[in-house]
């Protein structure tokens, strides 16, 4: 029996899946990377290799000994205590233009470091609004709401539009013409993880609902979108009053840590907030650590920063909230450990893998037809960039982050600049080369920086070697990483492009 | 341009302005009609509706890609637009 359809949805499949597929696919690559942000971040902390956990009263003290001196005036300051997946203790404060400045409290020679942007959080950021910032954080935010979204049809009209549904989806013949083994393997990797790219898309959507669609709130709350939030979310400290109130002494934030200990227990507590200290409307929030629940809720104590006294604790949560707090906990992967989040990156990447895939086989299909139209050239060229060229800029943030000295001013500005800036110069190699040679290039390119990242930990005193001899499982991890994605990434060049042909070109 | 080319470039716009801002719309005016009639509490209301809301775009961007008649496609989405602006205006109006 025909399915009806078939056609319609093979077409929507081809130029939904071609015109976002470029931006998928770096959401996906830079999504299935930031997943170990924390890791990241260690491993290009290497200077901090020495510090080791504190007591959290020491922390809390060490905290607000730096944040009193360096932002007493600032509306709110975040400590984020150490644990077992983290072990540096960070803290931030709001500036007055709105932004965050994040610092990392050393117990070692250099006591702290003062640094917005990490790796992990920079793929974090290209994950979540394509590193767009201030007014333009909304507008990235939509383009990868709106790839989210498209990502969902084109999952449904790709299983759609396969004719023999189950014996297409297990079936890889690498052997047979280079177009089926590239639909095959388009297939296989994108049917294999499909529920996950079901959940991941429509749960990507959920975390931001009321940004991307501000309706229902609107409806409901009208301007008022700050009670929304605060009800929402539970969140006291974050919604600021327009003012502060009159100054006043602030109750001590150790004594208020041993009362939230004392209910929650030692070591269960993620991150303190504390909303416009020394001033009579202090807010002193406590949350509780997540690695053991999916939900993306944090359980808190509040306590007024000024008396002492408790607020609220425990926000009970309504059946709704609890799904959507779930729902968005799925995609935030803070649970379950190494194990899953192993799981998310390598899900993510074969995601990644079936975007690629799916946009070769449109320029493939295509030079079959002989139809070679200036939207097939671009397409061919962007794909090189957009493929190759952006895995290479994501390489040279790995880099930058390692070569680039940590005392820098400037450093945080820097790391953006040398991703945008080897991403544009792999695009203006890929139109300004022949196709197959951008290929081949670029692939080089990609297996080399791949390939000899780990001597970058020669620079920092963090040898793969000296790594492995003091425990930092972060750094061999990424490190080993590497190494294993350059071996794969030439034996694909390999099969690919052929010695012979790689030497042609 | 011929006038076929010209046709087809004018279906082609039609189907992406109703795959894009069309299902958008449509969410976007449903998920207030939701937030309206929906018994649950305020917070719960805005949260379940945007999250149906979102299928709904999926889905009318899907249709649209997909429908032969585009007609209906647009009838339908401009449909629950109208109802959707009443439900909100009603729900307003109503103390």
């Not at chain 2, 890609?65 to 009443?86: F, I, K, P, Q, Y």
Request: net charge positive; aromatic share 12%; charged share 10%.
């Amino acid at each position: 029996m025909k399915r009806p359809y078939l056609r319609e949805m093979r077409a929507f499949h081809s130029w939904v899946g071609l015109f976002l597929g470029w931006i998928l696919f770096g959401v996906l690559l830079t999504g299935s990377l930031a997943v170990f942000h924390t890791e990241l971040d260690q491993w290009g902390l290497t200077e901090l290799s020495f510090a080791k956990p504190v007591a959290p009263e020491q922390a809390v003290a060490q905290s607000v000994e730096y944040l009193s001196t360096h932002a007493p005036d600032a509306r709110l300051w975040r400590i984020t205590l150490p644990d077992e997946r983290d072990p540096y203790l960070r803290v931030a404060y709001k500036t007055a233009s709105g932004g965050m400045v994040e610092a990392i409290l050393n117990s070692g020679p250099q006591p702290f470091i003062v640094r917005n942007e990490q790796l992990g959080s920079f793929f974090l950021l290209y994950h979540s609004h394509l590193l767009l910032k201030r007014t333009l954080t909304q507008i990235g935010l939509f383009l990868v709401g709106v790839a989210g979204i498209a990502m969902l049809c084109v999952c449904i009209s790709g299983v759609w539009s396969h004719i023999k549904v189950f014996a297409e989806f297990f079936t890889f013949r690498p052997g047979k013409n280079k177009h089926r083994a590239w639909l095959d393997l388009h297939t296989v990797l994108g049917i294999l993880p499909l529920p996950f790219h079901l959940m991941i898309s429509y749960t990507g959507l959920i975390m931001l609902y009321w940004l991307y669609v501000p309706s229902a709130a609107s409806v409901i709350y009208g301007n008022n979108l700050s009670t929304f939030r605060q009800e929402a979310l539970g969140t006291y400290s974050m919604v600021l009053p327009a003012q502060k109130g009159p100054a006043a002494p602030s109750f001590s934030l150790t004594t208020l840590l041993h009362d939230a200990q004392s209910h929650w227990g030692q070591g269960a507590i993620a991150k303190i907030y504390v909303r416009d200290p020394f001033y009579k409307g202090a807010i002193v929030e406590f949350w509780h650590e997540r690695a053991h629940q999916v939900g993306q809720q944090y359980a808190r104590r509040v306590y007024n920063g000024a008396t002492g006294q408790l607020i609220l604790q425990n926000m009970p949560l309504t059946f709704v909230a609890r799904v959507q707090s779930v729902l968005a906990g799925l995609h935030w992967v803070e649970w379950g450990g190494p194990s899953i989040r192993w799981c998310y990156a390598l899900a993510g990447l074969m995601g990644a893998g079936s975007v690629a895939t799916g946009l070769i086989l449109y320029t493939q299909k295509q030079s079959r037809a002989v139809q070679n139209t200036v939207l097939v050239t671009v397409a061919r060229k962007l794909n090189v960039c957009a493929l190759l060229g952006f895995s290479c800029a994501c390489l040279s943030v790995f880099w930058a982050e390692r070569l680039l000295p940590y005392t820098w001013a400037q450093r945080n500005a820097l790391l953006p600049v040398v991703f945008l800036g080897v991403w544009f110069a792999s695009i203006v190699h890929a139109f300004l080369t022949p196709t197959r040679l951008g290929w081949v290039q670029q692939g080089c390119l990609f297996i080399t920086l791949c390939g000899l990242l780990p001597l970058t930990g020669w620079y920092r005193h963090m040898s793969l070697l000296s790594a492995c001899m003091s425990g930092h499982w972060s750094v061999v991890v990424v490190d080993v990483s590497a190494l294993v994605i350059a071996l794969l990434g030439g034996v694909v060049l390999y099969r690919v492009c052929g010695y012979k042909r790689v030497l042609k070109v | 341009m011929t006038n076929s080319a010209h046709t087809m470039w004018g279906r082609v716009i039609a189907r992406v302005l109703a795959g894009t801002l069309g299902a958008y719309g449509t969410g976007y005016a449903l998920a207030g009609a939701l937030a309206v009639i929906l018994p649950l509490s305020r917070v719960d209301r805005v949260s379940a509706a945007t999250g149906v809301s979102f299928l709904i775009m999926a889905a009318c961007s899907l249709w649209a890609g997909c429908a032969h008649r585009l007609v209906w496609v647009w009838g339908v989405m401009v449909g629950v637009m109208a109802v959707s602006g009443l439900v909100v205006l009603c729900g307003h109006i109503t103390p």
